[in-house]
């Protein structure tokens, strides 16, 4: 059994800047999409990033282009988040995912992800 286990999370002013890990362990990210979510309380799941399976492609929400960056070390079996240039409004408990089919494609969509972390808090202040 997959599990994913984030950390990294925790409270910084705005402009700062934080990584968010994603360990996995029980399986491997090597061939498989990974994906990056946030939530707050009283919305829906958001997409943020996502890495293709080959680790070649990225894919980032507009709200985090060109602050954000999602990378893996397939070595040590980590995903990683930095986060440049936080905003309030990044504030949420933030997710990593893994898609379930072997070389699937990256999705936007929660629904597509099989495996999640327990999630990691980041506020931002102003």
């Known amino acids: 059994q997959v599990q994913l286990v984030e950390s990294g999370g925790g409270l910084v002013q705005a402009g700062g800047s934080l990584r968010l890990s994603c360990a996995a362990s029980?399986?491997?990210?090597?061939?498989?999409?990974m994906g990056w979510f946030r939530q707050t309380a009283g919305k829906e799941r958001e997409f943020v990033a996502a890495l293709s399976w080959s680790g070649g492609s990225t894919y980032y929400a507009d709200s985090v282009k060109g602050r954000f960056t999602v990378s893996r070390d397939t070595a040590r079996n980590t995903l990683y988040l930095q986060m440049n240039n936080l905003k309030p409004e990044d504030t949420a408990v933030y997710y990593c995912?893994?898609?379930?089919?072997?070389?699937?494609?990256?999705?936007?969509?929660?629904?597509?992800?099989?495996?999640w972390g327990q999630g990691t808090q980041v506020t931002v202040s102003s």
């Open positions: 029980g399986g491997t990210f090597s061939g498989y999409a």
């Open positions: 995912a893994r898609r379930g089919a072997y070389r699937g494609y990256f999705s936007r969509n929660s629904d597509d992800y099989a495996y």
